[in-house]
């Protein structure tokens, strides 16, 4: 069975563009989670979202956004792109929202802001 | 809130030595605890997760961890170390809606 997919692998954008970074889960996978990984450290969550609606928001600005399809697939949206914004964003999902479900993460999109 | 510990981070072996890397958390309720390896450019990988059902947890390519509630500490182990095993790894702890990462520590395999 495929994993987590994610798509681009990498994405190399300009300060105050937006990006959309798309994340297809585990086949009968209900839930999508978000993580920003900036190199060094650790995923920090951003989004998660189960049955379509969002059920979990981390520290994170307006900036960002996302939605979940029918289908459970997912997008990340980020406008006004600052240099900070250049990491590794890692899609992970799970078969539920709750606590005891274990997350499977994608191999992430690595976005560069120039 | 939930939250987690590495202690160390960057822990150099030999090879075939003992692994130890360290974690302690932080939870007002039983935890469920995760240790994940990252390959350099790749996402992470699950090696093992604890949900309460047993203190001593195995996981793959020969690593287990055990969950001492009195130490609050959830520390992963491996008895022989393989040149493979260099890597970043990640605990982590469930929190309200997410997985709460700690800082990673990065091991190095030496010859």
């Known amino acids: 069975d495929a994993g987590v997919t994610q798509s681009p692998t990498h994405l190399i954008k300009t300060r105050g563009q937006h990006v959309t970074l798309r994340c297809s889960p585990i086949?009968?996978?209900?839930?999508v989670s978000w993580y920003q990984q900036v190199l060094g450290q650790g995923p920090q969550f951003i989004f998660q979202y189960y049955e379509k609606e969002e059920r979990g928001r981390g520290n994170f600005p307006d900036r960002f956004s996302a939605r979940q399809f029918p289908n459970y697939s997912s997008e990340l949206n980020v406008n006004a792109l600052l240099l900070g914004d250049s990491a590794l964003y890692l899609c992970?999902?799970?078969?539920?929202?709750?606590?005891?479900?274990?997350?499977?993460f994608g191999p992430g999109t690595r976005l560069t802001v120039t | 809130a939930q939250s987690v510990t590495q202690l160390g981070s960057h822990v150099s072996v030999s090879e075939g030595a003992l692994v130890l890397l360290r974690c302690n958390y932080s939870?007002?309720?039983?935890?469920?605890l995760f240790w994940y390896v990252q390959y350099p450019n790749q996402g992470l990988q699950l090696l093992l997760k604890y949900t309460s059902a047993a203190t001593l947890v195995k996981g793959i390519n020969g690593f287990e961890a055990e969950f001492k509630k009195s130490e609050t500490s959830f520390h992963l182990t491996k008895p022989s170390a393989h040149m493979s095993d260099a890597a970043e790894y990640f605990c982590a702890v469930i929190g309200n809606n997410d997985m709460r990462f700690g800082a990673g520590t990065r091991l190095t395999v030496k010859p």
């Open positions: 992970a999902s799970s078969l539920g929202h709750r606590n005891s479900y274990e997350q499977y």
């Open positions: 086949s009968g996978h209900k839930s």
């Open positions: 939870s007002s309720v039983p935890p469920y």
